[in-house]
């Protein structure tokens, strides 16, 4: 059973009550479309579990398969720099199949960044050890494929299409 390295924790993008009884956590890369399919799913089980659930992301861009993967997570990382990593999380699975260089500056715009910070931040030494960090934890955490879902700890091995039946037990 592959268990969460580290645990969840206060370098983690999360969203939901804190003293949620469910917490969920995924591994996910912004140009994986399983991901995307994910996305939906989570979504939809935030709206049934309200504040019983807190989701956190990690990135684990498939930067050999996915040619944008690391420049959207630096994207979302710059992002939660000026509080706004979630509006960038859903905006860049909502326009997937849109992703390249020229979308993360438009993204930025619409969230209303300071699109000088945005982009110095995106070259940022720190905002890559972020993102290598949670690749690491991946790793660690036994993580060999997008979307890796991790439930109160222990990874999740079922269908992630059927993660939100397996959360309302």
């Known amino acids: 059973?592959?268990?969460?390295?580290?645990?969840?924790?206060?370098?983690?993008?999360?969203?939901?009550?804190?003293?949620?009884?469910?917490?969920?956590?995924?591994?996910?890369?912004?140009?994986c479309p399983y991901c995307r399919e994910a996305f939906f799913i989570v979504k939809e089980i935030q709206h049934q579990l309200g504040d019983k659930l807190r989701f956190i992301f990690r990135n684990f861009p498939l930067s050999e398969a996915h040619e944008y993967a690391m420049d959207a997570a630096l994207a979302a990382e710059a992002a939660a720099l000026q509080q706004q990593f979630w509006?960038?999380?859903d905006a860049l699975y909502n326009r997937q199949s849109d992703l390249d260089e020229a979308?993360?500056?438009?993204?930025?715009?619409?969230l209303g960044l300071d699109?000088?910070?945005?982009?110095?931040?995106?070259?940022?030494?720190?905002?890559?050890?972020?993102?290598?960090?949670?690749?690491?934890?991946?790793?660690?955490?036994?993580?060999?494929?997008?979307?890796?879902?991790?439930?109160?700890?222990?990874?999740?091995?079922?269908?992630?299409?059927?993660?939100?039946s397996f959360l309302a037990r």
């Open 1 to 31: 059973m592959h268990t969460l390295i580290p645990p969840a924790n206060a370098l983690d993008h999360a969203t939901g009550a804190e003293q949620a009884t469910i917490e969920l956590v995924e591994y996910g890369d912004f140009q």
């Open 87 to 89: 509006p960038m999380h």
């Open 103 to 110: 979308l993360l500056v438009i993204l930025a715009t619409e």
């Open 115 to 164: 699109l000088q910070k945005f982009s110095d931040d995106m070259d940022s030494p720190r905002l890559l050890s972020k993102v290598e960090a949670d690749f690491e934890s991946g790793v660690r955490s036994g993580v060999n494929g997008t979307p890796t879902f991790y439930v109160n700890g222990k990874r999740y091995d079922g269908d992630y299409q059927n993660l939100a």
